[in-house]
């Protein structure tokens, strides 16, 4: 029995939508605004089309190979299938892994802070967690069709009301705020430092590419990621506008952590605060949602390539990867207990999650582009051109890594190394 396909170009679109907005594009802007000021919307939009580019290179690739867990199958296709391209293929996999789990983790630590002041810390705080974590979990395993629909319908609502709060804000606030327009700690610079900051709220586009099985029609899928991206940039865009235009700068100083959930509190209406609040927590689980359907076809992936047990491509009735899908939202459950290691979970998700996968696809596509036996459906022109462009764009991204992101960084990566050798003896005697 294999996978179902049930997904159309309208389930895989609101996928990439759902699997974008939630926790980073609520919190950051007041983060990129300290360091560039109200120009610091042009980081988003930067943000925004280096996500894009990237996005035409996994497009082309995930065409060619029309696998589930495309990410893990791409180095592997690329570099010959030996010795390296395992390693690079188990990197990739488990860094991806790792970095959509910790993803899931912070959703699930933030998400109690728009229910109720009762889950906004401590225990309370753990349990809004753990109960949205077993949500999004049991839908998954009802299969992908009930996965898209219950996405589908989270993402409409809670792009509808930003729609209302982007009009509402942009109607009352006053462009004034926006003056000056270069500000900030770092100035002109702020732009470029902002962009590593903002570059974290496009990041799980690439859940769309865990799917293609699951997918009718692999070549529209390639249309729905770039139009997925090319709505939330827009998206963003007029969100961080109309936050910086609603409030004053102290405003966004006292709103740091929650600057929309302030800027909707200047309406002065109980009724859209909550409206915002269930949105917001709308957003957070769609994202959650998406990101367990991706990481359990990872792990799909990585059964296939014998990284993993046998179990792991198991597939239920419902046509999903049993095991691995209770081990993608199971794990995080667990770690959600330990909130306190919130920072450790950010950077590994940005450096090992991000960053090393998407450098390693960059070579793939680099490879694999020259092989006779490479044959996408859909081929992006100028690609050795895109392809640099968007390597110049992820560099950006890592800009500001400090001693200590970088240590927590390398001591993930020896520990992912050590677990393919491990593995990969493992492996030799069976």
């Known amino acids: 029995m294999g996978f179902k396909r049930v997904l159309s170009f309208s389930d895989i679109l609101w996928l990439g939508i759902g699997g974008m907005v939630g926790v980073a594009v609520l919190t950051f802007p007041s983060m990129t605004y300290a360091s560039a000021g109200p120009s610091s919307i042009i980081s988003w939009i930067l943000a925004g089309v280096f996500s894009l580019l990237m996005a035409l290179i996994y497009a082309e690739m995930v065409t060619a190979f029309p696998k589930s867990g495309a990410l893990v199958v791409f180095p592997y296709q690329a570099f010959g299938k030996g010795r390296l391209a395992r390693y690079l293929a188990f990197l990739e996999g488990i860094g991806y ?3 959509t789990l910790f993803g899931i983790v912070i959703s699930a630590i933030i998400i109690g802070n728009y229910v109720s002041p009762f889950f906004s810390s401590g225990i ?3 349990v809004a967690g753990e109960i949205a974590l077993l949500f ?4 998954n395993l009802l299969g992908a069709r009930m996965t898209s629909d219950a996405n589908k319908a989270m993402s409409i609502i809670f792009t509808v009301f930003f729609s209302i709060i982007i009009v509402l804000a942009l109607f009352h606030g006053k462009f004034s705020n926006l003056t000056p327009f270069v ?3 770092s100035g002109a610079y702020g732009i470029l430092y902002s962009i590593p900051i903002a570059i974290l709220a496009y990041g799980s586009w690439t859940a769309i590419i ?3 099985e699951e997918t009718r029609n692999v070549k529209k899928m390639a249309k729905a990621i770039l139009y997925s991206i090319a709505i939330v940039t827009i998206l963003y865009a007029l969100l961080v506008l109309a936050t910086y235009a609603g409030l ?3 405003g966004i100083g006292s709103n740091y952590y929650y600057p929309i959930l302030g800027l909707v509190s200047t309406f002065n209406s109980p009724f859209l605060t909550a409206a915002f609040e269930f ?3 709308l957003a ?4 959650m949602l998406v990101m367990i359907m991706a990481n359990s076809r990872i792990i799909y992936a990585l059964g296939k390539l014998n990284f993993l047990p046998s179990s792991m491509e198991k597939l239920s009735k419902n046509s999903i990867p049993l095991y691995a899908t209770l081990l993608s939202f199971g794990i995080p459950m667990l770690l959600t207990f330990f909130p306190s290691q919130y920072y450790q979970y950010v950077i590994i998700g940005a450096v090992v999650g991000t960053g090393i996968p998407r450098i390693i696809d960059l070579a793939a596509y680099l490879k694999i582009r020259k092989s006779k036996d490479y044959k996408p459906q859909f081929r992006v022109k100028h690609g050795l051109a895109i392809a640099a462009i968007a390597l110049i764009g992820l560099l950006i991204s890592e800009i500001g890594i400090s001693a200590n992101d970088v240590f927590w960084s390398v001591a993930t990566l020896v520990l992912i190394t050590l677990a393919f050798v491990l593995v990969e003896r493992w492996r030799s005697r069976d």
């Open 183 to 185: 500000s900030g700690s």
């Open 248 to 250: 004053t700068k102290a």
């Open 284 to 287: 957070i689980l769609a994202v």
């Open 124 to 126: 309370g705080l753990i």
């Open 210 to 212: 865990a799917v293609p």
């Open 97 to 99: 892994y790792l970095g």
């Open 279 to 281: 949105s917001a927590v």
């Open 136 to 139: 999004v979990g049991v839908i």
